[in-house]
């Protein structure tokens, strides 16, 4: 396992390398002048300003060495300047990043559990009632576009029955969080109120991230359960446990210690996908409720085509990516001892 482990953490330098390969030479195609947007934070007040900004910082010399300079700013934290949000792009990334981690905790135990376990029971009910309505429930949850179903529950749960608004904090709560009286220790929201005790900012931080947890999770718990559905399906029909049950052993004690770890490696491999991408902003769910997270951010830089913006998300994304798909490898390991050898 630690040999595993090791050669993993091994290839994680390289595959970052790689990545900030890619996102350079996303940035060389523009010309000097658009990537010396970089570097100005306001609009130029003589003639000749973005000459001196390109000679200063030697944007038209040979792309090796502008690399190492980019290289050498990315590990300091310069991303660049958002003309999107008038602040460094490092900084944007680091005050929004909170809301789209808040986010991901709560929508992803709900999804992944709840997707699981429903996969489990069509599985173990196959061709049966409970079967047939997972089946019919997981066909619906995959074809609705999730702005349409976000709509909906908007539609329903805020604009005629009040109760989930959309957004991150009431205006009331949002002005107590941002007062000397509130100390900020994670930045969550519902954490801190907790920390603070401050149960009102508590309820009204769930409040509004009911909406947003239940589009995401309706709509992965259907990919969740029908992948978990397909794998418990074969793997139940394994000789394995045939032979356990002749030895004795319950359906109860076939399904969950015997069936269940090895179903669960193509379960790992979309559920890891499915967080990495929670983690990176979704962009549609965190833009539909107005949520104040990467996602959304990333949705205002593309639209005002802010390139540094979406090049210094693009960044963030890829080292998340790379990142979590090292966590998934782990988990294999876990799930399956054989994987460790490999």
């Known amino acids: 396992?630690?040999?595993?482990?090791?050669?993993?953490?091994?290839?994680?330098?390289?595959?970052?390398?790689?990545?900030?390969?890619?996102?350079?030479?996303?940035?060389?195609?523009?010309?000097?002048?658009?990537?010396?947007?970089l570097y100005v934070t306001d609009i130029p007040k003589r003639q000749g300003a973005i000459d001196d900004v390109i000679a200063k910082y030697g944007l038209d010399d040979p792309i090796h060495e502008q690399y190492l300079r980019w290289m050498g700013k990315v590990v300091r934290g310069d991303l660049g300047w958002s003309k999107t949000d008038k602040s460094p792009v490092a900084e944007v990334i680091r005050r929004r990043l909170p809301a789209t981690v808040e986010l991901t905790l709560f929508a992803s135990l709900p999804m992944v559990g709840v997707g699981i376990w429903l996969g489990i029971q069509a599985a173990v009910n196959h061709n049966k009632f409970i079967d047939q309505i997972l089946r019919v429930n997981s066909i619906i949850g995959w074809s609705i576009p999730i702005f349409v179903f976000a709509l909906i529950v908007m539609m329903i749960f805020y604009a005629r029955l009040q109760w989930f608004p959309p957004g991150r904090l009431s205006d009331w709560a949002q002005r107590i969080v941002l007062s000397d009286e509130f100390s900020r220790y994670t930045q969550l929201n519902t954490i801190d109120s907790l920390l603070n005790g401050r149960g009102?900012?508590?309820?009204?931080?769930?409040?509004?991230?009911?909406?947003?947890?239940?589009?995401?999770?309706?709509?992965?718990?259907?990919?969740?359960?029908?992948?978990?559905r397909s794998s418990m399906l074969e793997t139940l029909r394994q000789d394995y446990l045939t032979t356990a049950r002749a030895k004795g052993l319950t359906e109860r004690n076939v399904v969950n210690k015997h069936a269940?770890?090895?179903?669960?490696?193509?379960?790992?491999?979309?559920?890891?996908?499915?967080?990495?991408?929670?983690?990176?902003?979704?962009?549609?769910?965190?833009?539909?409720?107005?949520?104040?997270?990467?996602?959304?951010?990333?949705?205002?830089?593309?639209?005002?085509?802010?390139?540094?913006?979406?090049?210094?998300?693009?960044?963030?994304?890829?080292?998340?990516?790379?990142?979590?798909?090292?966590?998934?490898d782990l988990l294999y390991a876990f799930l399956d001892p054989r994987i460790r050898l490999a």
Request: glycine residues 6%.
């Open 260 to 328: 269940l770890p090895n179903a669960l490696i193509p379960v790992a491999t979309i559920g890891g996908l499915v967080l990495i991408a929670l983690l990176n902003g979704v962009v549609i769910t965190e833009t539909v409720f107005n949520y104040p997270g990467i996602g959304s951010f990333m949705a205002q830089a593309a639209i005002t085509l802010d390139v540094i913006s979406v090049l210094g998300i693009a960044l963030y994304a890829g080292v998340v990516l790379v990142v979590g798909n090292l966590v998934v």
């Open 1 to 37: 396992m630690r040999t595993y482990i090791i050669r993993r953490l091994l290839i994680l330098p390289v595959l970052v390398l790689g990545v900030t390969i890619l996102i350079f030479v996303l940035i060389s195609m523009l010309t000097p002048y658009e990537r010396a947007a």
């Open 200 to 228: 009102d900012i508590l309820l009204d931080a769930v409040r509004h991230l009911v909406l947003p947890v239940l589009s995401l999770s309706y709509l992965n718990w259907a990919l969740i359960l029908r992948v978990t």
